[in-house]
Nanobody
Framework: VQLQASGGGLVQAGGSLRLSCATSGTNIGIKTRSWYRQAPGKERELVAHITTGSVDYADSVKGRFTASFDNAKNTAYLQMNTLKPEDTGVYYC??????????WGQGTQVTVSS
């Protein structure tokens, strides 16, 4: 199983980016899909968590970020609007399975300038 994250970059405050996370490998029993981020000098934090029928967001991104998943493309997305400098960090996608396995993408850098 491999997760390939992409879509990061440099954007001005107030701008938008859309991250993608393509998943290879089938029949692994995916239970959850999540996006995390890690800012310089800080611990990795959960940004969005997708389970069957629901999506939960960190309070800091509610109303600005939207997580989704395209089953046909086996790809997760994180649409980020009204970006702020404090959103800067490396963003990681993650998969959790029913078999309690955990898979991480390689991370994509998001930098928001003020």
């Amino acid at each position: 199983v491999q997760l390939q994250a992409s879509g990061g970059g440099l954007v001005q405050a107030g701008g938008s980016l859309r991250l993608s996370c393509a998943t290879s490998g089938t029949n692994i029993g995916i239970k959850t899909r999540s996006w995390y981020r890690q800012a310089p000098g800080k611990e990795r934090e959960l940004v969005a968590h997708i389970t069957t029928g629901s999506v939960d967001y960190a309070d800091s991104v509610k109303g600005r970020f939207t997580a989704s998943f395209d089953n046909a493309k086996n790809t997760a997305y994180l649409q980020m609007n009204t970006l702020k400098p404090e959103d800067t960090g490396v963003y990681y996608c993650h998969i959790g399975t029913y078999g309690r396995n955990s898979y991480w993408g390689q991370g994509t850098q998001v930098t928001v300038s003020s």
